[in-house]
């Protein structure tokens, strides 16, 4: 049974700062992406951590304020947000990959008010 799980969502205000966290149990996945979609948005990429050498990206809007790493004592593969911006807010989703396969968490919202 392969389960994503993301957690750590809420509301905070520009500038501020949230932490979200993707549990990904059952494989040994590959990579871990992190996508957010805003209500009427398509969904859109937000940042990658590939498990073979830790190699990470970030989609530019976010670079420089986010940043996607493995908490190894965790097992998570977390985003730390800083300097949030109302823009920001969206439901963000855990997408774990291997060898083609890929299982997608429920999501968590973001709410970033001005």
């Known amino acids: 049974q392969v389960t994503v799980v993301e957690s750590g969502g809420g509301m905070v205000q520009a500038g501020g700062s949230l932490r979200l966290s993707c549990a990904a149990s059952?494989?040994?996945?590959?990579?871990i992406y992190w996508y957010r979609q805003a209500p009427g948005k398509e969904r859109e990429f937000v940042a990658v951590?590939?498990?073979?050498?830790?190699?990470?990206r970030h989609t530019d809007s976010v670079q420089g304020r986010f940043t996607i790493f493995r908490d190894n004592a965790r097992k998570t593969v977390d985003l730390q947000m800083d300097n949030l911006k109302p823009e920001d807010s969206a439901m963000y989703y855990c997408?774990?990959?291997?060898?083609?396969?890929?299982?997608w968490g429920q999501g968590t919202q973001v709410t970033v008010s001005p």
């Open positions: 997408n774990a990959r291997i060898l083609g396969a890929s299982s």
């Open positions: 951590w590939v498990r073979s050498n830790g190699t990470t």
């Open positions: 059952g494989r040994a996945f590959s990579t």
